[in-house]
């Protein structure tokens, strides 16, 4: 089975600070996904990327940029955190039936 | 752009009972995938039933099953003998076949299953 780790489940961090959230699946997918998850509102698009170092910006970018040097790793990073970013954030990479989740960061920013 | 709509935020069901979750979505494509996905409290994401929309045939998965209507734009989620294990988030998704490979999202209905 594919696995999609993120690295940190809960992440308590200050506004303004500089935040990264890392994603690592293990099955050479090109594509991969960031998704932010709020109550009401599902999950909605950040960025997603379909091979090394190529990104598109999803349906809510602002505020977020991503990084992808390598093929297994795709990374979300909030530039300068703010209290309106404190959400759950899920990364997905894209298999042949379907999608693999990783379970999740829940990020507070205070 | 295409949206999902999820109009029940709750659902209750009595255990070994059925319920029904409900999905409309809005495209002007003609062929899609269509999912459903249930998200445990621990929050793994898992794939519960897929279905593609030039198939006519429902998609069925042991206890779930679903009622796909094209031109409703309709994609019901029935779980059959509900089970406490049921509990979750439901999510329905939207998958075009044409505007690269990201999944739209509803807004989730939450699933108690009573003893």
């Known amino acids: 089975d594919v696995k999609v780790t993120q690295s940190s489940r809960y992440l308590v961090k200050r506004t303004g600070e500089k935040v990264f959230l890392e994603c690592v699946q293990d099955m050479d997918h090109e594509n991969m996904f960031w998704y932010r998850q709020d109550p009401g509102l599902g999950l909605r698009l950040i960025y997603f990327?379909?091979?090394?170092?190529?990104?598109e910006k999803g349906d809510i970018p602002e505020g977020y940029s991503v990084s992808r040097e390598k093929k297994e790793r795709f990374s979300l990073i909030l530039e300068s955190a703010s209290t309106n970013q404190t959400s759950m954030y899920l990364c997905?990479?894209?298999?042949?039936?379907?999608?693999?989740f990783g379970s999740g960061t829940r990020l507070t920013v205070v | 752009a295409q949206t999902v709509t999820q109009s029940q935020p709750e659902m209750s069901v009595q255990e070994a009972e059925t319920v029904t979750l409900s999905c409309t979505y809005d495209t002007s494509e003609s062929d899609y995938y269509l999912f459903w996905y249930k998200q445990p409290p621990s929050r793994q994401m898992i794939l519960v039933i897929r279905q593609e929309a030039y198939k006519q045939q429902n998609a069925t998965e042991n206890r779930f099953s679903v009622n796909f209507q094209k031109a409703a734009k309709s994609f019901s989620l029935k779980i059959s003998d509900s089970q406490l294990g049921d509990a979750a988030m439901y999510f329905c998704a939207y998958r075009s076949i044409n505007a690269g490979n990201m999944l739209t999202f509803g807004g989730g209905t939450r699933l108690m299953v009573k003893p």
């Open positions: 997905a990479s894209r298999t042949q039936w379907g999608y693999t």
């Open positions: 990327s379909y091979d090394v170092k190529m990104k």
